[in-house]
Structures are given as C-alpha cells and as structure tokens.
C-alpha cells in the first residue's frame, strides 16, 4: 500500500508538525527572515520533496526539523515530542536515534572503507543495521571494501545514504543530494532513496531546487520567501528512472 493510497487515521501517523515557524538571522545591522510562519506535517512513510530557489527557506526547515538549528518562534514536534524547547543533549539524542541525514557532499572519511564508513554511525546506533546490508540497500554490496577515491561520484553519495539509514532511523532528511552530480548518476541516488522509503517505510524528505524531481514525490512542497506556498499531492508518481533534467 503506497503513502497515497492509505488514510492519516490517527495522530501517531505525523511524524512532523509545524507551526507558524520562524527563523531570523542577525546579520551585522540587517535582520534576515529565511523562515516567515510556515506550516506544514509530514507522515509516516511518505516521501516529500521541498522545492524552491535558493534563498527561499529549505535548508534551515530541513535543519530545524532535524534538530541541527532551532527556530526563532513558534512550534516544531517530532512525534508529539516538543522540539521546540528542547535541551542541546535532547536534540543530540534525537540527531543520533532518530534522524538520518544526507547532504550535497558526501563527508566521508577518506581513510576508511565504505564498510568503515558506515560503521562509524552503526557502533553509536540502539537498533542498527548491519553495514554490509545498509551498503546492499543502495547497491554497493560489491564496494564495501573500496575506499573514497577508489568510488565515483554517485558512489559515494549512496556510501552516505547508507550511513545515513544504517542507524535505522525514523526519518531521512536529504539537502540537495544530487546537487554535485550529473543526471544518470543523480538517477541513481535518487533511485537508492526510493527504494530505502518504499522497503523500510522510512519517512523521507528530499529539498531541492531541481523542479523535475518533484516527480518522484507523494507530496511536493513548495517554499517561496520563508514561506510554505503551496503543499500538492501527486496521485501518480514516477518513479526515478522516468525522471529527466
């Protein structure tokens, strides 16, 4: 049963709530506002895209909602759990339980095997998954032995995005994951993180300014000037290989 076909029947079903959230930076004399009241809940298993230009609010919503930043105002809960007022080592235990994430560069640890990588997030980890299983789940179960330099590009990337899910997280939040890549090989991360959402049921929010892959989502939201403009559901997703950009 996909995220669309199914009903949000009772609370334990949103993952994320957000209300009227802001977020102001200090910048000498200037005040930026990246975030001006958004709203918005994302579900269990379902697969968003955040989409709008640069400038526009996504990376610092995907940073609160990942405990990474905190919000100037108003209200953010992960499971009912208020994050909003949280202590640092609450959202230290809520990053490393419960939030798996993956960014536009790679991060890796250059002297450490794909394996090794991933082990570095699976030995802190309560439930985690085996490396070699987390590295088989984005298609690299031939490359655990390979180090950084001796993988492409897009191997690398899904290096990270198996170490990102190899805690068995909740939650997948990606920033702009196919950004230092080119189309074929984006396509192909894109394809490791439908996979992780469909098979594991992991809630996944992938932003981007990239408006073609939006297709690939159950929902699309889209952020303009620190605000949530438009929230659309897609009845008929595409899957990742008819995506093209």
Not at 36 to 55: H, K, M, Q, T, W
Not at 124 to 146: Q, S
Request: net charge negative; with cysteine; hydrophobic share 40%.
């Amino acid at each position: 049963m996909t995220f669309n076909e199914r009903k949000i029947k009772n609370p334990e079903d949103v993952v994320f709530q957000v209300q009227d959230l802001t977020k102001t930076y200090q910048m000498g004399e200037v005040e930026v506002h990246a975030l001006r009241g958004a709203n918005l809940e994302i579900f269990s298993g379902e697969l968003v895209v955040l989409l709008g230009p640069s400038g526009s609010g996504k990376s610092t919503l995907l940073n609160i909602l990942g405990g990474l930043d905190t919000a100037t105002s108003g209200f953010v809960s992960y499971r009912g759990k208020d994050l909003t007022h949280a202590n640092e080592q609450e959202l230290t235990e809520y990053r490393r339980f419960h939030v798996g994430f993956v960014f536009q560069f790679y991060n890796l640890i250059p002297s450490l095997t794909a394996k090794e990588n991933v082990a570095v997030v699976t030995e802190i980890a309560r439930n985690p998954m085996i490396p070699e299983d987390a590295l088989a789940m984005v298609g690299l179960a031939k490359r655990v032995d390979h180090f950084p330099a001796q993988l492409s590009g897009g191997e690398q990337q899904r290096v990270a995005i198996a170490r990102a899910i190899s805690k068995n997280p909740a939650v997948l939040l990606c920033d702009e994951p196919t950004g230092a890549l080119d189309s074929k090989t984006g396509i192909v991360v894109l394809e490791a993180l439908e996979r992780i959402n469909r098979e594991l049921g992991t809630a996944t929010a992938i932003i981007t300014h990239n408006a073609d892959i939006a297709g690939m989502a159950d929902r699309v939201i889209y952020l303009s000037n620190g605000r949530i403009s438009e929230v659309r559901t897609q009845m008929v997703k595409k899957s990742p290989g008819e995506l093209q950009w």
